[in-house]
């Protein structure tokens, strides 16, 4: 029993929290294939549902780093968090850290003091450029249009992009 006379006291544990967090930046987590390390800061919502940064905004570089959820069974091939199996994706086409100023609920903070980090689940884009020529297919005459480039956000894109170009799944 935890904390009884002549046993091992409880180990400390800090009251989890949770806030709303901009992602600044990412970096590859060592060691793993499609997963980052994000920096982020601390926003406030709005009553108009805009976030802002505060006046003395927490962030990473005080109180850690912070992991996706989502990413946490990728690997460098197969189906990965998002739903999208990677093997498949057209030359070009890669799994994306989270960007574009995506704000975020983050939980934390978890890990051993020193090393401590925090948690958020976003659904990672698919993206890159591809230059295929669309088979034929509906609005696509044979000998028709050239290359296509495409930019694909995520799985239901992906899909959309593929039909859209006349490809068959």
């Known amino acids: 029993v935890p904390g009884a006379a002549?046993?091992?006291?409880a180990p400390?544990?800090?009251?989890?929290?949770?806030?709303?967090?901009?992602?600044?930046?990412?970096?590859p987590l060592s060691?793993?294939?499609?997963?980052?390390?994000?920096?982020w800061q601390e926003v406030n919502l709005r009553d108009d549902r805009s976030a802002v940064v505060?006046?003395?905004?927490?962030?990473?570089?005080?109180?850690?780093?912070?992991?996706?959820?989502?990413?946490?069974?990728n690997s460098a091939s197969g189906v990965q968090g998002n739903g999208v199996d990677?093997?498949?994706l057209p030359a070009g086409m890669t799994l994306r850290p989270i960007?574009?100023?995506?704000?975020?609920?983050?939980?934390?903070p978890l890990g051993a003091p020193?090393?401590?980090?925090?948690?958020?689940?976003?659904v990672n884009a698919i993206d890159g450029e591809c230059d295929e020529s669309p088979?034929?297919?509906?609005?696509?005459?044979?000998?028709?249009?050239?290359?296509?480039?495409a930019t694909l956000l995520d799985g239901a894109d992906e899909l959309l992009a593929l039909a859209m170009m006349g490809r068959a799944l």
């Open 114 to 122: 020193g090393d401590e980090y925090w948690v958020f689940a976003a």
């Open 31 to 39: 060691g793993a294939a499609n997963r980052w390390l994000y920096e």
């Open 86 to 88: 990677v093997s498949g």
């Open 12 to 27: 400390t544990r800090i009251e989890p929290q949770r806030l709303f967090a901009r992602i600044i930046g990412a970096a």
């Open 54 to 73: 505060g006046s003395a905004p927490r962030g990473s570089a005080a109180l850690g780093p912070a992991l996706n959820l989502m990413e946490a069974g």
């Open 6 to 9: 002549g046993s091992p006291a």
């Open 135 to 149: 088979a034929p297919g509906p609005g696509v005459a044979e000998g028709g249009a050239g290359g296509t480039t």
């Open 99 to 108: 960007g574009g100023a995506a704000v975020v609920a983050l939980e934390g």
